[in-house]
């Protein structure tokens, strides 16, 4: 069975998303260029695996790797509206440049839960990277604003590049919309 086969249609290409993701590395690039401190890339798993692994690549700058895990949704599409933090940082952000690079917001609220989280350890900067936006969805209770965006999407349950369905298709290399037929059970 071909992935392939389950999508209704592809949002974003393979292509699409290797010219932004390098668009964007050139612009983080730019952006720290003047400061030579390491620059704490933030990896919020699993969602962003994919898009942190391409983006890192495409930064010309001193970088390092941490990863998080926190979990907003439940095994479905729609948000559980609890935020529970799974994976913590292994190093300290005190004094450093942090980057949260994040797959997708949709509410806001992973990440609100997670800056409001961050901001108290005392960072030197502290900004926020997504891949995707869904701005439609906003929760009024989000008070994030995001410094890096790479595509905004309609109000849409998208998957691949990272991006799952209940744990699948995260290995699609393109972002799409699944056909209606797989969500019904
Ligand atoms: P938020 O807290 O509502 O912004 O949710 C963010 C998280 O929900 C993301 O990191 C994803 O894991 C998940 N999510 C939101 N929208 C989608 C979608 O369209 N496809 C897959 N996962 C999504
Ligand atoms: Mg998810």
């Known amino acids: 069975m071909k992935l392939h086969e389950d999508l209704e249609k592809v949002l974003i290409s393979e292509e699409e998303i290797k010219r932004r993701v390098a668009e964007m590395g050139r612009q983080i690039t730019e952006d720290y260029k003047d400061d ?33 895990i926190v979990k907003s949704y439940g095994a479905g599409r729609e ?36 800056r409001n989280n961050l901001i108290t350890r005392g960072a030197k900067s502290l900004k ?32 691949g590049y990272g991006l799952d369905y209940d744990e699948k298709y995260r290995n699609l290399p393109e972002v799409g919309v699944l056909k209606p037929e797989i969500y019904a059970d």
């Open 36 to 68: 030579p401190e390491p620059l704490v890339l933030v990896c919020i798993l699993k969602g962003s695996v994919v898009f942190y692994a391409d983006l890192l690549r495409a930064i010309d700058h001193d970088c390092r790797l941490d990863f998080m």
């Open 79 to 114: 948000s559980s509206g609890n935020v529970q933090f799974v994976k913590d940082l292994s190093e300290s952000i005190t004094g450093k440049h942090v980057l949260i690079v994040e797959d997708i917001i949709d509410s806001g609220l992973t990440l609100t839960f997670l």
């Open 128 to 159: 926020i990277c997504t891949l995707l936006d869904k701005p439609e969805r906003r929760n009024p209770n989000s008070t994030i604003t995001v410094d890096y965006r790479g595509f905004v999407i309609p109000n849409e349950f998208v998957v």
